[in-house]
């Protein structure tokens, strides 16, 4: 089986995250920037499907040139090969340009199985399986917690609030996976060692066929406006009882709008 995990490189959400000045887009150039955590995720369940069914595994990552970084990383745990989308032009896409991107590296890849984290942690849109499924003509599975195969049949678990749900496709097909569905295994020492000598092939827009106008700030489809810090923290009101406690608690929950 030809499985494609699609890898995006983001700033750490445990650290401090900032917006650029100039444009509104992530600072990603003083972030600390790893591995989205959900990509890996799907990392490994494409690593579990192929020791059980043979096959290859491809990492593809639209990015700038640091996410080569978060490529080697992905290349570590166990993947074949890498498949790095780079071009200055790219800087700002929306989701729709973005969709429109990777739909057009995976055109070339002739996956059978496309595996993704459910959302970014620098986005959380949960939108970009979607939208690539809908481009390339193929189902999509998404918010799985359990993926089986059975040769050109794929059933997961849609993982929602209330519990779950079963749904089936045959491949080829976009699955989305959340942090339910397996436990990432941490790269060895071998595989990094492996993952400096995995091929890694660079495409730029015009390798794709898209236009520089399609993307970018300029080719968005919607943009940040204006931004600031969240405000620190105030002190809590304090009521002290001295009799009246009970109306002075009913007083702030209605001037709050909780009663």
């Known amino acids: 089986m030809n499985i494609v995990v699609l890898v995006k490189q983001v700033p750490d959400s445990g650290a401090d995250r900032n917006l650029r000045s100039d444009d509104n887009t992530i ?136 519990g779950y749900e079963v749904v089936t496709a045959s491949t080829p097909a976009v699955v989305s996976v959340w942090d339910t569905i397996n436990e990432p295994r941490y790269p060895s020492f071998k595989g990094i060692m492996a993952a400096k000598k995995k091929p890694v092939q660079t495409l730029s827009l015009a390798d794709l066929g898209v236009a520089p106008a399609e993307v970018g700030l300029d080719g968005a489809t919607s943009a940040v406006l204006e931004h600031s810090k969240r405000p620190p923290r105030s002190g809590g009101a304090k009521v002290t009882d001295e009799g009246s406690g009970g109306a002075q608690l009913v007083e702030f929950l209605a001037t709050e709008k909780f009663v």
Do not use: F, W
Request: hydrophobic residues 40%; charged residues 25%.
């Open 27 to 162: 600072d990603r150039g003083s972030a600390n920037n790893v591995i989205n955590e959900m990509d890996e995720y799907a990392i490994e369940e494409a690593l579990k499907i192929k020791e059980a069914h043979g096959g290859e595994v491809t990492v593809l990552t639209m990015g700038p040139d640091r996410a080569t970084e978060s490529i080697r990383k992905a290349l570590s745990m166990g993947p074949d090969k890498a498949v790095h989308v780079v071009d200055d032009a790219l800087h700002g896409s929306c989701a729709v340009a973005t969709s429109k991107v990777l739909a057009a590296a995976l055109n070339n890849l002739n996956a059978d199985l496309v595996l993704c984290g459910a959302e970014s942690t620098d986005g959380r849109v949960q939108v970009i399986p979607h939208m690539i499924a809908e481009r390339l003509g193929v189902a999509a599975l998404t918010g799985a917690r359990k993926l089986t195969v059975d040769g050109a049949t794929l059933t997961v678990e849609r993982q929602t609030e209330e």
